[in-house]
């Protein structure tokens, strides 16, 4: 055990001398979950013997990824829910784009690529960019408009962004035209990628 808090008795698995796999170790400290080389790893359940308990991801003996944190201060009962990196609370999970209409679209993916403050929209047909688009009209709530490539989107955009997408275009088979609605609300600054297909 390589945590000197939680460093006493053990019961799980073990690799070569060390917790790997799911167990419980039991020092001052008391963790049960999952291990990696001695280290919390993975999901797991950490109460400290002062009553704070941490229930969530872990890498290396660090809380890292999403995990809730319950304590007690002044006699008042605190929870911090959300994303923690190298043991620090960075805050609230970040709430997932919604699409709220979405009419004649096959599929959909909206993707945060990067930091920043861009939406790019891309649209398909059968894998490749759909080049039959007629009556395109998009209206963003911030940022200006611009494109790159066969991209279309908004840049120096504020948060939250809403936007909306009208189009025509031939179907699959090329035998009929419909219309397409598509609608999303993206709330988490970001570079981000829709990409919409027919």
Known sequence: M??????????????????HGKGKAIGRDTYEGQFKQGLPNGHGTYSWSTGEVYSGQWNNGERQGEGKY??????????????????????P??????????????????????????????????????????????????GSEFTLGR???YEN???PFLCK????????????QHNVI???DIKEPGDWRVVITN
């Open 2 to 19: 390589l945590l000197t808090d939680i460093a006493g008795t053990y019961e799980g698995k073990c690799k070569k001398g060390l917790a």
């Open 70 to 91: 319950c304590y007690t201060i002044n006699g008042e009962d605190k929870v911090q829910s959300g994303i923690w990196d190298k043991d620090r609370y960075l805050g």
């Open 93 to 142: 999970k970040p709430e997932r784009p919604q699409v709220t209409q979405w009419v004649g679209v096959d599929k959909y993916s909206i993707n945060r690529i990067g930091d920043g403050t861009r939406v790019l929209i891309d649209i398909y047909m059968n894998g490749v960019p759909n080049t039959t688009i007629e009556a395109f009209s998009i209206l963003g709530t911030s």
């Open 151 to 153: 991209s279309i989107g």
């Open 157 to 159: 955009v504020i948060f």
């Open 165 to 176: 997408i009208n189009y025509r275009t031939w179907n699959k088979l090329h035998s009929s």
């Open 182 to 184: 598509f609608e999303f």
